[in-house]
């Protein structure tokens, strides 16, 4: 991979609450409108904007769109950090300098690592945390790409050395992971269908069995639209894959100020795999505070009674390809102090190189040597 100190180097990192964006809108309500027939009325439903559920104006939102209403609370991703644009600084050059320096010698480390070895669970979440920490690292080594084609180029560029043998991040996520193609990302979806990829028989060990649907909530790709980074552990798996899903639904979708169900195109995608398009909204509700659940339960009841049994009771938000690296430091595992005396603190996260430390987060395991079931033959 090439060298990673060179291109933009320092990214800006801020915390979601302090993000800027299009505030959203709220309408008024004329209290004669219940008297206008139903076929004349506004679309717009009447919500109660005083019941606690809505946050300010200004409340941020991780996934924030045009005539979005921002919960008041949004779950874990409420203590998220986010990386949204990068530069080069004078003052950052030399500890992002050494602290790439010592990133290198645990990507190395890499190499000694035999995922053959691995129970299935410890394959899954190896794998989940190398493939975020590469992205990382590739966005840092390459710059940002300005397409979502540029960056299928970028996954399939770069890449590690873990066992002896070079995955890029296209081989992690779509053979080793053997994630399906995505259908929310229409362009990438068509050239992985006509270019598909293998890896030698030998390789093919390192795979998982089957796949997981739930890591597409795992898996972030550097996008505005992607999940957030957390990292993931052999033990609890499984059930940290849940909460990802359960995390992403409660902090991307929401409610607009005519009663629509606003659902990201990345989750519609993952729901009409397991649920019935009418019941979509229900799917959702599972996964939301029974307070969001009832507000929007009741904006799906007036739309229905106003539109005549109408089931356009819900509007997909396409993917955003923007470039933003996200973290959830909600489900920090580590002690206070990673490698080299490094404060794990939110305030440390919003004042540094946050990407460096992002990429350290992730393999802190390894800082503390590797298992000894996971090393290769030899090593």
Known sequence: MASPVSPHGHPSVSSFSS?????????????SSSYIPSLMRSPSVEINYSSGVFGMEK???PYRVPEKLSWAHI????????????????????YAAEALRRFRSLVEQ??????????????????????????????????????DLKLLS???????????????????????????????????ALVLALHKSKIPEEQSKYAVESAEPLVAFALS?????????????????????????????????????????????????????????????????????????????????????RFLGSRNCYAILPFDSRFRLAYDLCYETHSDNLGGGIPATREWYSSNWG????????????DDGIPATWLASGQ
Not at 75 to 94: D, I, T
Not at 224 to 231: D, H, T, W
């Open 59 to 61: 409340s941020f939102d």
């Open 75 to 94: 779950g874990n991703y409420s203590s998220a950090v986010e990386v949204s644009w990068m530069s080069v600084g004078k003052k950052q050059l030399e």
């Open 355 to 366: 990407v460096i430390m992002v990429i350290w987060v992730v393999f802190w395991r390894l």
């Open 110 to 147: 890499l190499a000694k690592v035999n995922p053959a070895c691995m129970t299935c669970n410890e394959k899954v979440a190896f794998w989940i945390n190398v493939y975020n920490a590469l992205i990382m690292h590739a966005y840092l080594a390459y710059g940002v790409p300005r397409s």
């Open 154 to 188: 970028l996954m399939q560029k770069a890449s590690y050395t873990v066992g002896g043998h070079s995955f890029s991040a296209a081989a992690i996520e779509y053979i080793i992971l053997k994630m399906q193609p995505p259908v929310h990302r229409p362009q990438v």
């Open 221 to 305: 790709c550097g996008m505005y639209s992607s999940p957030a980074v957390r990292i993931f552990t052999a033990d609890n798996v499984r059930e940290e894959l849940k909460n990802s899903l359960k995390d992403y639904v409660q902090a991307s979708v929401g409610i607009n100020n005519k009663g629509k169900l606003l659902v990201p195109k990345m989750l519609h995608s993952f729901a009409k795999t397991i649920v019935e398009e009418a019941l979509l909204s229900e799917w959702i509700c599972q996964f939301l505070p029974s307070h969001q659940a009832a507000v929007i339960q009741d904006c799906i009841r007036q739309r229905r009674q």
């Open 19 to 31: 993000s800027s964006g299009s505030s959203s809108k709220k309408s008024s309500f004329d209290s």
